[in-house]
């Protein structure tokens, strides 16, 4: 996954497998939450019930922003209606953009979801998404569709009369050729290449090293919790109750990482569903005093493996899921 400044696409669902948006002003709250966040500008957004989609052109690294904006979210949520509650899951899908290849096609495929859900017959139809700013001439100051619109054409032209014609002749877009499975952009090689030398990012893992990072995680969560290691899931009662105590703890560690869901279910050979569920059950079944105990251990533990292998290790997976 890369990271640093640049044009990523935002996708998060409500928490505990909730409603995202409880009620129609809660739209319009999200919306103007979105476009305040501090070093981003809006660029196009699609929300439903359950999940929202959004894409930002982000000054600073895209999870300080997803961060700010969970927690101007739990903020905004205890404004309206005065108690505390986790309204963005943990878990979110981030992918990177490239602006002058594929911005235009990605904020025309986001616009045209609503269509592909078979949730209204034409993009304009749908009321939480901002298709209907790109085809008005005069688009609110606080989203920045002119990112979008002024790569539609080279020449000065009606960007909005451009726009919603080539809406009318859109389709549903496959992007999934154009996606890099392996650092979750969507760029060629050579842009990819440019991004990590520009930002410095650290070589990913192998697979290898990504199982090393695994073992490492779950002899942690051992030792701390005084557990016998075994190898897989036992017959016996007492270790199966053992393996269903660490096996999320040591997933959570490596989420805490940078890991994403689908890195942590091919690591694990785990059902991202199930996988989802483990992690959301964290906070509930141990205190926070012992999360942060083991997750300062944790860090500890890779700062020292990074020391001694510094050409090896890293916290960022290059799993191809």
């Known amino acids: 996954m890369l990271h640093g400044p640049g044009t990523y696409s935002f996708k998060v669902h409500g928490a505990k ?3 995202l948006f409880r009620s129609v002003f809660e739209y319009d709250y999200f919306c103007q939450l979105l476009s ?9 957004y699609v929300f439903s019930e359950y999940q929202a989609q959004w894409i930002m052109e ?6 300080d922003v997803l ?3 969970k927690a101007a979210s739990q903020e905004s949520y205890f404004q309206v209606w005065h108690k505390h509650h986790q309204q963005i899951s943990e878990d979110a899908e981030v992918i990177f953009i490239d602006a002058v290849q594929y911005l235009v ?17 034409r993009p304009e139809a749908y009321p939480w998404s901002s298709d209907r700013h790109y085809r008005s001439t005069s688009a609110p100051t606080w989203l920045s569709a002119d990112l979008m619109l002024k790569r539609l054409v080279h020449q000065r032209f009606n960007t909005a009369l451009r726009y919603e014609r080539m809406m009318d002749q859109h389709t549903a877009t496959d992007l999934s050729s154009h996606y890099h499975r392996l650092y979750l952009a969507l760029a060629s090689d050579s842009k990819i290449a440019r991004h990590l030398q520009k ?12 199982m090393a990072m695994r073992t490492q995680a779950e002899h942690l969560v051992n030792q701390t919790l005084g557990i016998q290691p075994s190898d897989g899931i036992s017959e016996t009662p007492r270790q199966r109750r053992q393996f269903h105590q660490t096996e999320p703890l040591s997933m959570w560690l490596l989420a805490e990482s940078g890991w994403s869901v689908k890195q942590l279910a091919w690591v694990f050979d785990t059902d991202e569903t199930v996988l989802q569920a483990w992690l959301r059950s964290i906070h509930a079944n141990h205190p926070a005093g012992f999360l942060n105990s083991l997750k300062a251990r944790w860090r500890e533990d890779l700062r020292i493996s990074t020391a ?3 050409d090896e290790l890293s916290v960022e997976p290059s799993i191809a899921v």
């Open 17 to 19: 497998d909730q409603a």
């Open 36 to 44: 305040n966040i501090e070093g981003t500008h809006l660029i196009a």
């Open 58 to 63: 982000c000054e600073r690294d895209w999870q």
């Open 67 to 69: 961060d700010d904006i």
């Open 105 to 121: 096609p990605a904020v025309m495929a986001m616009h045209y979801w609503p269509v592909s859900q078979k949730l209204v017959a």
């Open 199 to 210: 930002h410095r990012q650290k070589t990913p893992l192998s697979e290898e090293a990504c």
């Open 308 to 310: 001694q292998n510094p």
